[in-house]
Nanobody
Framework: QVQLVESGGGLVQPGGSLRLSCVAS????????MAWYRQAPGKQRELVAT???????DYVDSVKGRFTISRDNAENTVYLQMNSLKPEDTAVYYC????????????????WGQGTQVTVSS
């Protein structure tokens, strides 16, 4: 079995910072693109940031200059450093990982983390 475990969410004041982590564990053979999505109440899930294996990154316009996605390939971990947080960043944040793993045979699949709540409020 392969699973993604997220951590780092919480309550923060506007202008504050949080760092999210997502660790993939199990019989992992290779990890490709890693990403963070978020879903605010009453809204569709939104792609926030992506990072390729080689480190190329992309961001939704609303977080450019404030959020930084990074990864540690040796630890199968993706991070999202969130600075200058705004109330509109409030959402459940999900990691999303495209990977290849072994379970009696070779599989390739895209997995989701369980989600972590980020609340930005004074």
């Amino acid at each position: 079995q392969v699973q993604l475990v997220e951590s780092g969410g919480g309550l923060v004041q506007p202008g504050g910072s949080l760092r999210l982590s997502c660790v993939a564990s199990g019989s992992i053979l290779e990890i490709y693109t890693m990403a963070w999505y978020r879903q605010a109440p009453g809204k569709q899930r939104e792609l926030v940031a992506t990072i390729a294996y080689a480190g190329n990154t992309d961001y939704v316009d609303s977080v450019k200059g404030r959020f930084t996605i990074s990864r540690d390939n040796a630890e199968n971990t993706v991070y999202l450093q969130m600075n200058s947080l705004k109330p509109e960043d409030t959402a459940v944040y999900y990691c999303n990982v495209d990977l290849r793993y072994y379970n009696k045979r070779d599989f390739r699949n895209v997995l989701w983390g369980q989600g972590t709540q980020v609340t930005v409020s004074s």
